[in-house]
């Protein structure tokens, strides 16, 4: 299960900091992300790390946005910097692969999405 936060309301150039928090026995996930999804567009990328700390960011995010995680507590964050009208969105956090403390092969994961409103 992933439980995301830090969503809200901020004013253009503002910053924000999401968390998501996944639970159960896990023992490693491969790739943790964020997602968002405009009203009336499709979901999009905004940025993912791999369990090595390798990173992908959107376009869009790049310099702006940064993505790190927690390992130990199996905790992906989104720092956002600098946010802009069109960042506008619910964010999605994911949780692709790995694996549990009892070796069986974990899938892809989504959390409950959080919205991220920001004023012009």
């Known amino acids: 299960q992933l439980q995301a936060s830090g969503g809200g309301l901020v004013q253009s150039g503002g910053s924000l900091r999401l968390s998501c928090a996944a639970s159960?026995?896990?023992?490693?996930?491969?790739?943790m992300g964020w997602y968002r999804q405009a009203p009336g567009k499709q979901r999009e990328l905004v940025a993912t790390?791999?369990?090595?700390?390798?990173?992908n960011y959107a376009d869009s995010v790049q310099g702006r946005f940064t993505i790190s995680r927690d390992n130990a507590k199996n905790t992906v964050y989104l720092q956002m910097n600098s946010l802009k009208p069109e960042d506008t969105a619910v964010y999605y956090c994911?949780?692709?692969?790995?694996?549990?403390?009892?070796?069986?092969?974990?899938?892809?994961?989504w959390g409950q999405g959080t919205q991220v409103t920001v004023s012009s």
């Open positions: 790390i791999s369990s090595g700390d390798g990173t």
């Open positions: 159960g026995k896990i023992f490693v996930i491969n790739t």
């Open positions: 994911n949780a692709a692969g790995g694996w549990t403390t009892s070796w069986v092969p974990l899938g892809d994961y």
